[in-house]
């Protein structure tokens, strides 16, 4: 079992940034790849980044790239998302989760998960 716990989010202009953080207690942390998703009202869960266990890899949504950065830092079991330049559309609940498949993108091949934190961008 691997617990995640989400925080960071929060109201804040278009053009803000924000960092959320994904605080994970429970098995190994860095044998999972971690990543991001999020979900906006009446739309399905939609994958935003993804790193690998070793660090070395990420990918990200196209809508997000060139304005999120994923990270982590195994030694404190925490993965982040720096996310500058925000729109009205990057408004949703953002959730963590971890897979033990390769920089992987689709939400069902993710183990645990997150309760969310909300994330509104005001125009």
């Known amino acids: 079992q691997v617990q995640l716990v989400e925080s960071g989010g929060g109201l804040v202009q278009a053009g803000g940034s924000l960092r959320l953080s994904c605080a994970a207690s429970?098995?190994?942390?860095?044998?999972?790849?971690m990543g991001w998703f999020r979900q906006a009202p009446g739309k399905e869960r939609e994958f935003v980044a993804v790193?690998?266990?070793?660090?070395?890899?990420?990918r990200y949504a196209d809508s997000v790239k060139g304005r999120f950065t994923i990270s982590r830092d195994n030694a404190k079991n925490t993965a982040y998302l720096q996310m500058n330049s925000l729109k009205p559309e990057d408004t949703a609940v953002y959730y963590c989760?971890?897979?033990?498949?390769?920089?992987?993108?689709?939400?069902?091949?993710?183990?645990?998960w997150g309760q969310g934190t909300q994330v509104t961008v005001s125009s």
């Open positions: 989760a971890v897979t033990s498949s390769w920089m992987e993108i689709r939400d069902y091949e993710y183990h645990y």
């Open positions: 429970g098995r190994t942390f860095s044998r999972y790849a």
């Open positions: 790193i690998s266990w070793n660090v070395g890899h990420t």
